[in-house]
């Protein structure tokens, strides 16, 4: 064996999925908050993947231990149960900041907890990344653009955002952590990354968090209508897990320093995406033998306060920087998440 050839695994540690061997120059000790969520666990996992160290802090208000417990007892992981609103000590190499609950019903369910987990949370990985000199990158959110005004959104626009509205806790909550963030880097020279996430979706996302995608293919597999807001003339474009790791991944590891957008580009209005969603269910249920299994309608539901009318991320940036486009289409993406949701069901725990 030789390090650089970076493909031998733990022989003695069968329970776990095999990891890379690094040699010391290129482990990393990479710290996770928010690593117990649905894109944190797609994260370690990853990470865990290619050899690095990784420390997981999370308070599980909107994450699980079963998320990441297929890590742990593995040598290279821990899990820590923590609220960033409190200061945290440890010696890393790298921070991937992403506590902070991410849906509308969680995070408007205490506005203030959501408020204070995006700034004081914000300050203390950064104080944390100061003292370590460890890179830090931030999960921000297309919610910084609000209900924009320039379509589709790069990067330089500035947004156009309610401060006083029901979505103001995470959308003003997030642009205050993006100047905290860059107050860090001119002030302490902080080594900083901002990747701006798009609605993303895929396996672990919590069932009953209330998004759109896990919202409409639960009720679809129950055969239940989906409950449509406002008409559904509103759009949204939807990015799959593994297209936002991989870019992650590379913003972490890019020299780039000011914000990438990262997110699909096939833009559906949302009434669209509940065909997509409806056809995509059939698709795996007729594969499954499932031949008599209703097509459901939709409920007309009212529109939530300040829903953005439209989103479809500018991903020029991250083309150009990082050398990163989505891969994963709609559709395939769904047919995994449809699997994922259907097994949760067989196995009784949805
Ligand atoms: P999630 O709710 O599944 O994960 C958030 C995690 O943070 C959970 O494990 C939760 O328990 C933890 N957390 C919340 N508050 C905490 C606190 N005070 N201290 C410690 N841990 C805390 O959401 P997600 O979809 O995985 O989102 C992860 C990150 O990505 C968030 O920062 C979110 O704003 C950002 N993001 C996600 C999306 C998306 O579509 N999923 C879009 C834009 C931005
Ligand atoms: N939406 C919907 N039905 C649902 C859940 C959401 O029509 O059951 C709509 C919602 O009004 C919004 C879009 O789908 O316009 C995306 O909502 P989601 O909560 O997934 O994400 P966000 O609004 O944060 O982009």
Redesign the pocket.
């Known amino acids: 064996f030789h390090p650089d050839t970076h493909s031998i695994s733990y022989t003695t540690l069968s329970r776990f999925p095999p990891v890379k061997l690094l040699p010391p120059s290129k482990r990393k000790r990479v710290l996770v ?2 690593g ?5 666990s797609h994260l370690v996992d990853r990470l865990m993947l290619l050899g690095h160290e990784v420390t997981v ?7 699980s231990r079963t998320n990441v417990s297929h890590w742990v007892g593995h040598p290279n992981f821990e899990l820590v149960r ?4 409190e200061p945290f000590m440890i010696e890393c190499d790298q921070i991937y900041h ?6 509308p019903p ?1 995070y408007q369910s205490n506005p203030v907890k959501t408020i204070k ?1 995006s700034f004081l ?1 914000t300050l203390n990985m950064l104080g944390l990344a100061k003292r370590t000199k460890a890179r830090f990158l931030i ?1 921000s ?2 919610e910084v653009y609000g209900d924009p005004e320039v379509h589709p959104q790069p990067e330089t626009y500035w947004g156009n955002v309610n401060p006083i509205g029901v979505r103001a806790c995470y959308d003003e909550g ?1 642009r205050v952590a993006e100047t905290l963030t860059y107050g860090f880097h001119h002030q302490d020279g902080v080594d900083v990354r901002v990747a701006r ?4 979706y895929g396996p672990r996302m ?1 069932p009953s ?1 209330g998004r759109v995608v896990s919202n409409f293919i639960v009720q679809a597999l129950r055969g239940e209508d989906l409950t449509l807001y406002g008409g559904g003339k509103q759009t949204r474009s939807f990015q799959y897990i593994h297209d936002l790791i991989d870019g992650l991944i590379a913003c972490m590891n890019s020299d780039f320093i000011e914000p990438i957008n990262l997110g699909n580009n096939e833009e559906f209005t949302i009434e669209e995406f509940a065909d997509v969603v409806r056809d995509v269910v059939e698709k795996v249920q007729k594969e499954d033998g499932v031949e008599n299994a209703k097509r459901v309608g939709v409920k007309d539901m009212n529109m939530p306060k300040d829903d953005p009318q439209q989103r479809k991320p500018d991903t020029t940036r991250a083309k150009e920087v990082l050398d990163w486009q989505p891969r994963w289409t709609v559709r395939m993406g769904l047919e995994e998440m449809v699997r994922y949701y259907k097994a949760k069901m067989a196995e009784g725990s949805l």
């Not at 996430?197 to 993303?200: D, E, P, Q, R, V």
């Open positions: 908050t928010g117990a969520g649905f894109v944190g802090l999370d308070n599980f208000f909107t994450g923590h609220d960033v609103v992403l506590a902070c609950p991410a849906s969680h987990t949370g999960s959110t297309s997030k996430i798009f609605n993303t919590n968090d």
